[in-house]
Every structure is written in C-alpha cells, then in structure tokens.
C-alpha cells in the first residue's frame, strides 16, 4: 500500500536560513508527488508537483524539491526563508490510477526573527 | 468567489446531532473528496466521487454519509454526531482519470462536537 512519511512534526528555522523537509514514500510504481502548504486558517495550496521527467521541479514562492528514486525521497527545499513561510508542509502521493491521495502527517514549521 | 466553497466556516454542535457540512466547486471537476485533519495524523480521507453516480468509502468513513447533489455539490453529513469527530474537515476537487492530478482545497470547516 502506498504511504507518505514525513519524519520531522516540527522545525523552526531562522529568517534567511535555507530549509529542507524531509518526506519519503512507499509506493511500487512511479509516483506522482507534491507538496502542499496550509497556512494558519486556510486551505491547502498546491506548492509542487512531481509527475515525470526532470527530478528536480520548481513551485511557488521560491520552493523546490527533488524525486530520489532510489532513496525513496521527495524533499522540499528553500534556500532562503520569510517570516510568511511559517505553515505547516504536507507531501503527498496518489496512485497512478489517481484514485486516492496519501498524505503525509505533515511538518510544522516555525521562522524566528 | 473561491474555487471551492465550504460551509459553515465553523460549526459548534452537541453530541447526537445532525450534521451537515456543504462543498461546492465552480472547476466543473468531476472528481470531489472529503477529507479529515487532525493534529499529528494529516489528513485522512473519508469519502470520494467521480461523478453524480459514483461514490466511494475512504479509509475512515464509519459514522460519516455523503451525498453528491450535482457534478458542482457534494455534502458531508454526520448523522449522530460524537466528540471525537471533532475536527478540521476539507473538501478537495480534481480532474482527470489519471495519477496526473492536482487537489484544490476549499477553506475547511471546522467543526466542534461537545
């Protein structure tokens, strides 16, 4: 069965530091991955996704992340953090039916002046 | 107006209640879904639809009912409503019948069983 694990519940980082969430999945096929964020009292918005092709992709407000195959690996990075990055991160995963999404338990995470 | 519309915001209820909690989506997606957030678990899905006729249990549904009203319209109901259902509910849309799709979130609502 397919599973998100997303091993750090919570990180805080200073202003300007860069950023890297971990998330790892177990899936037998070719993934589809993303990342989404959800701010303190909103919905969850799209940052990234991972269909084919390069393994390095690109997403909203400067977020990126890399498919490692081989280490299972889905990791979002940031090189430099803002105050408004503070929300929590969930990786996700669907099947390659798209019949359901797994989602990770999510990260937390806190920017410090 | 959002993508994807929730309503109530937030909803405060007592055990044994009814509950209704309304999604609709203007993406024309076929594809609707209701999940449940909670602290330290993510989220978890409860039910999903790929059209009108076609709905479907997710991995925790026990308790929960759906209905899908319209392609646009899919409501979540609790039919007796206990303490532990309290939690931030979201309703998601996507298109396409491949893995090659994209979840768009409504706001959530966040209900609150005493």
Same mark, same amino acid.
Not at chain 1, 83 to 112: H, K, M, P, R
Not at chain 2, 77 to 104: D, K
């Given at each position: 069965?397919?599973?998100? @694990? +997303?091993?750090? /519940?919570?990180?805080?980082?200073?202003?300007?530091?860069?950023?890297?969430?971990?998330? *790892?999945?177990?899936?037998?096929?070719?993934? =589809?991955?993303?990342?989404?964020? +959800?701010?303190?009292?909103?919905?969850?918005?799209?940052?990234?996704? =991972?269909?084919?092709?390069?393994?390095?992709? +690109?997403?909203?407000?400067?977020?990126?992340?890399?498919?490692?195959?081989?280490?299972?690996?889905? *990791?979002?990075?940031?090189?430099?953090?803002?105050?408004?990055?503070?929300?929590?991160?969930?990786?996700?995963?669907?099947?390659?039916?798209? *019949? +359901?999404?797994?989602?990770?338990?999510?990260?937390?995470? @806190?920017? /410090?002046? | 107006?959002? &993508? $994807?519309?929730?309503?109530?915001?937030?909803?405060?209820?007592?055990?044994?209640?009814?509950?209704?909690?309304?999604?609709?989506?203007?993406?024309?997606?076929?594809?609707?879904?209701?999940?449940?957030? &909670?602290?330290?678990?993510?989220?978890?899905?409860?039910?999903?639809?790929?059209? $009108?006729?076609?709905?479907?249990?997710?991995?925790?549904? &026990?308790?929960?009912? $759906?209905?899908?009203?319209?392609?646009?319209?899919?409501?979540?109901?609790?039919?007796?409503?206990?303490?532990?259902?309290?939690?931030?509910?979201?309703?998601?849309?996507?298109?396409?019948?491949?893995?090659?799709?994209?979840?768009?979130?409504?706001?959530?609502?966040?209900?609150? $069983?005493?």
């Amino acid at each position: 069965a397919q599973s998100v @694990t +997303q091993p750090d /519940i919570h990180i805080t980082v200073s202003e300007g530091a860069s950023l890297e969430l971990r998330c *790892n999945y177990s899936y037998g096929a070719t993934p =589809y991955l993303f990342w989404y964020v +959800q701010s303190p009292g909103q919905g969850l918005q799209l940052l990234l996704k =991972y269909f084919s092709g390069d393994t390095l992709v +690109q997403g909203i407000k400067g977020f990126e992340a890399e498919f490692k195959r081989s280490q299972s690996s889905f *990791n979002l990075r940031k090189p430099s953090v803002h105050w408004s990055d503070a929300a929590e991160y969930f990786c996700a995963v669907v099947s390659g039916t798209g *019949n +359901q999404f797994y989602f990770g338990t999510g990260t937390s995470l @806190t920017v /410090i002046p | 107006d959002a &993508d $994807v519309t929730q309503t109530p915001r937030n909803r405060i209820t007592k055990t044994g209640k009814r509950i209704m909690l309304e999604c609709s989506q203007t993406k024309g997606h076929d594809r609707m879904y209701w999940y449940r957030q &909670d602290p330290g678990l993510g989220l978890r899905l409860i039910y999903y639809s790929f059209d $009108v006729k076609d709905i479907n249990k997710g991995e925790i549904s &026990d308790g929960y009912s $759906v209905s899908r009203q319209a392609q646009a319209k899919f409501s979540l109901s609790l039919e007796s409503a206990i303490p532990n259902q309290t939690a931030l509910y979201f309703c998601a849309t996507s298109e396409g019948s491949s893995g090659a799709n994209v979840l768009t979130f409504g706001a959530g609502s966040r209900l609150t $069983v005493l």
